[in-house]
């Protein structure tokens, strides 16, 4: 679209602030008093939610890796071997899963990750592979996986 002078083209700036407000006053519609009704104080308050929620999705994916990474090694003590040792025996048999996998098997396929904590033992023994953490002896105690991990995840908030 072409000005031919200058008071059109400031005329026409309008509907694009209008739009503009209203994206930041939809944003803002849950917020209460001035946060909510003047655009001043409202674009302020947005931008700052905007990025707090840019933080936490960060802070998401972190939490989630802590909380496979507490599953995976709970499961991995009841079998008598080292997460480590899990990852690799796997990583050597060709069997390629990720920890939010493993985590879930950990947590609603026992017998599964047992049968896949066999595998890599077998497979670290096949391949003389020593681990000094494996020494110790298996607790012997059949914990339930989604007890620990709430337990882990209040000592570390504490």
């Not at 946060?35 to 905007?50: D, G, I, K, P």
Request: hydrophobic content about 40%.
């Amino acid at each position: 679209m072409v000005f031919l002078t200058v008071a059109n083209w400031i005329r026409a700036r309008g509907p694009d602030e209008f739009w503009r407000k209203r994206r930041i006053f939809r944003l803002a519609a849950h917020y209460t008093g001035r946060r909510r009704n003047c655009y001043s104080v409202a674009v302020r308050n947005v931008h700052r939610a905007l990025a707090y929620a840019t933080k936490a999705r960060k802070l998401k994916k972190e939490d989630m890796k802590v909380l496979w990474d507490t599953r995976i090694t709970a499961a991995c003590e009841q079998h008598n071997i080292t997460a480590f040792s899990l990852r690799e025996g796997l990583g050597r048999a060709d069997i390629m899963l990720d920890r939010k996998s493993l985590s879930d098997l950990a947590a609603w396929e026992p017998k599964t990750f047992h049968c896949l904590a066999a595998v890599a033992k077998e497979k670290l023994n096949l391949d003389n592979f020593i681990d000094g953490t494996d020494k110790k002896e298996p607790t012997g105690i059949n914990l339930n996986l989604k007890d620990v991990m709430l337990e882990a995840w209040l000592k570390e908030k504490k």
